[in-house]
């Protein structure tokens, strides 16, 4: 869900740059051809780059890693009616967000089908044996073409009939249609993108341009050819996924497209600023999508915080126990008797049962750490929960109090594949006495039910900033 969502998001950046490229060097040129390539390669890419990543310098500087947890507030008073902000999933937004994109897919799927759907009953109802024009009536366009048929308005006198049918020949020669229909499905995926319908806008004016082109070269004079498009400059009505003869929009654009003097060939070295555009997102994007990775593993890399910014309510006392403190952890477990008869391996099998009851995380888990992975660790009691242990375990030194120090500690810890919590450290340090208080309580949180990634236990980085405050 996350990981398409920022796919579609991707690619619709390419597709920005792409169609500034068109807009600002290529659009008022008279190649056609190459314009019509380059919006037609512009789609395609902006589907295959967000696929490509490279590798990008880091940024230096103090980074959270993995889940962040909200911000805990430990005053000196006592008082811990002020923590907001507490950590939930955060997944709420996505799920919303794919909510709205798969409505807007789902809308305009059925768009295409209900316009492929009145072409095709037009097509039964009207067509001809062995013809592939087609005469109707009750749509207010002279005509268009779609899927090898030309589709012509009884209204019109046999003249301008002929006329208009040379014209939507030319698009059915250069397979327009095929151009519009691969823009529409593209249309579906990227409907939240602006640039896409003015690439859409942009294409059928192109094929507009060769079609009138072709009629020019053919031996229809100019004036006669603009006189029959201001004939029919009324005549909007049409399917969208057609080609359509008489565009009220783009009338005045051809009028002046087809009496341009042609670009020179030296105008087809412009389509090269696609490379360094090109280059620069891909930069650009790859930067922003190693700060933010999304499921490889982060062990020694500086990544921001996933949050969250869901508000709780603290109304009763965790039912979780109070942690031990470092006086109140038993002894080790002492050795178990060595038999004379046993042997070597006998006694280190004993040493490591000894391990594993001594060792709250077991170092045979994989030292890969992810930032994110398809099902995060869960807490006993949820996210409210955890943030409820820790906040009522955590408090302020006496001895941070008589000095007088304050401040924000940041941690770093991993929910192990193990569910347990382990590799407890200090991002940002304030003072020992703090340091050490918030790693106490976090070290202390119960095990979690561990994360997943591909079905297999996994260890998930968590960080969580803890502010302790005098006043």
Request: net charge positive.
């Amino acid at each position: 869900m996350n990981a398409l969502l920022i796919y579609m998001v991707k690619a619709a950046l390419y597709l920005a740059g792409f169609y500034l490229i068109y807009f600002i060097f290529l659009s008022r040129d008279t190649k056609y051809g190459r314009n019509r390539a380059f919006i037609i390669l512009s789609l395609v890419s902006a589907f295959i780059l967000p696929m490509i990543s490279i590798n990008v310098k880091e940024q230096s500087g103090i980074f959270y890693f993995g889940k962040t947890l909200s911000e805990v507030l430990v005053t000196a008073n006592g008082n811990k009616g002020q923590m907001v902000h507490a950590s939930g999933s955060g997944m709420n937004y996505y799920a919303l967000l794919f909510n709205i994109y798969l409505t807007g897919v789902i809308v305009f799927t059925l768009k295409l089908m209900a316009d492929s759907i009145n072409l095709f009953v037009l097509i039964r109802k009207n067509k001809k044996k062995n013809n592939h024009i087609v005469y109707f009536s009750g749509f207010n366009t002279a005509g268009f073409s779609a899927i090898g048929y030309i589709f012509i308005n009884r209204s019109l006198d046999n003249a301008e009939a002929e006329e208009i049918i040379r014209h939507e020949q030319n698009h059915l020669e250069n397979n327009h249609f095929l151009d519009i229909l691969f823009i529409e499905v593209v249309l579906i995926f990227q409907w939240f993108n602006p640039f896409i319908y003015l690439f859409n806008r942009s294409l059928r004016a192109i094929h507009e341009y060769q079609a009138d082109q072709e009629c020019l070269r053919e031996g229809m004079t100019l004036k006669s050819y603009q006189n029959l498009l201001l004939s029919n400059i009324f005549r909007s009505g049409k399917i969208n996924i057609s080609n359509c003869f008489s565009n009220p929009s783009l009338i005045r654009k051809r009028m002046i497209m087809m009496s341009k003097k042609p670009s020179g060939n030296f105008s087809n070295l412009k389509i090269l600023l696609a490379i360094p555009v090109t280059a620069l997102f891909l930069s650009a994007i790859s930067a922003c999508e190693k700060s933010i990775n999304t499921g490889k593993p982060a062990d020694e890399m500086a990544l921001p915080a996933t949050t969250t910014n869901q508000t709780i309510e603290i109304s009763q006392a965790p039912v979780f126990t109070k942690p031990k403190t470092r006086e109140e952890v038993p002894p080790p477990l002492p050795p178990p008797p060595i038999d004379k008869q046993s042997n070597a391996t006998s006694t280190e099998k004993a040493a490591e049962i000894i391990q594993e009851k001594t060792d709250p995380i077991n170092e045979e888990v994989p030292d890969q750490v992810f930032v994110v992975v398809e099902e995060m660790p869960v807490y006993p009691g949820g996210d409210k929960g955890m943030m409820e242990f820790i906040y009522s375990n955590i408090k302020y030194p006496e001895e941070a109090k008589e000095k007088l120090i304050q401040g924000r500690v940041i941690l770093r810890f991993a929910v192990m594949s193990t569910g347990k919590v382990g590799r407890v450290s200090v991002l940002k340090s304030i003072d020992p006495l703090l340091d050490e208080e918030a790693k106490r309580v976090v070290e202390s949180m119960p095990d979690f039910v561990p994360g997943r990634q591909g079905g297999k236990p996994v260890n998930v980085w968590y960080s969580v900033p803890v502010t302790f405050q005098l006043k």
